[in-house]
């Protein structure tokens, strides 16, 4: 009996990749609600001088500031999910939308290859049999260079399991 057919859907490698932020719901709350209280104040300052044309300004840029405010934690909705059973690799996107998108590769032919770019972050490929998948876009290098360690640790263990035979001690 083949050990990777032994249980086709058990779990041996799991990350979930997701971008850092510092600020949660409360701390983004928090952050507009000090922008929307300061941009008060500098605008009813100005409009007790007179200079009414500072105000649409100021108005435009709390605007601005908030939607910008509002794309960082849309942008953090996406994620990656790398999931490793003994019969399948499995990638499951998900942008920002929430659309989510599946890719599945062979564990046996799956390599994990970091390449290296002269002056920018290197970039995570997962390839096997002819498809070449990137992953991780949204880490740094010292994570990428973790995430790829881990990755290829699972898959080795995977491939090069450990068999207990007590016949075989002594």
């Known amino acids: 009996m ?12 799991e990350a979930t990749v997701q971008p850092h932020r510092s600020l949660d719901r409360k701390g ?16 009813s300052m100005m409009a007790m001088i007179g200079a009414w044309v500072v105000i649409g300004f100021n108005g435009a840029d ?4 908030l939607f910008l405010l509002w794309l960082n934690v849309r942008a ?3 994620r990656e999910l790398l999931v490793l059973t003994e019969s399948k690799f ?3 996107s998900t942008d920002m939308n929430g659309r989510t998108r599946n890719i599945s590769l062979p564990p046996y032919w799956l390599n994990v290859v970091l ?4 002056g920018t972050v290197p970039k995570l490929l997962l390839s096997a049999r002819g498809i070449s998948q990137e992953v991780a876009r949204q880490l740094g290098e010292e ?4 995430l790829a360690a881990a990755l290829t640790r699972a898959l080795h263990k995977w491939r090069n ?10």
């Not at 983004?28 to 605008?43: E, R």
């Not at 390449?115 to 002269?118: F, G, K, S, T």
């Not at 399991?161 to 002594?170: E, G």
Request: proline share 5%; aromatic share 4%; net charge negative.
């Open 2 to 13: 083949d050990v990777h057919t032994a249980n086709p859907d058990r779990l041996i490698f």
């Open 28 to 43: 983004v709350l928090m952050a507009a609600a000090v922008m929307v209280a300061g941009s008060l104040v500098v605008t």
């Open 62 to 65: 709390i605007a601005l500031a």
């Open 76 to 78: 953090a909705r996406a």
């Open 90 to 92: 499995i990638i499951t």
């Open 115 to 118: 390449e290296e770019r002269a």
């Open 143 to 146: 994570q990428k260079r973790d």
């Open 161 to 170: 399991p450990v068999f207990h035979n007590p016949q075989l001690q002594d």
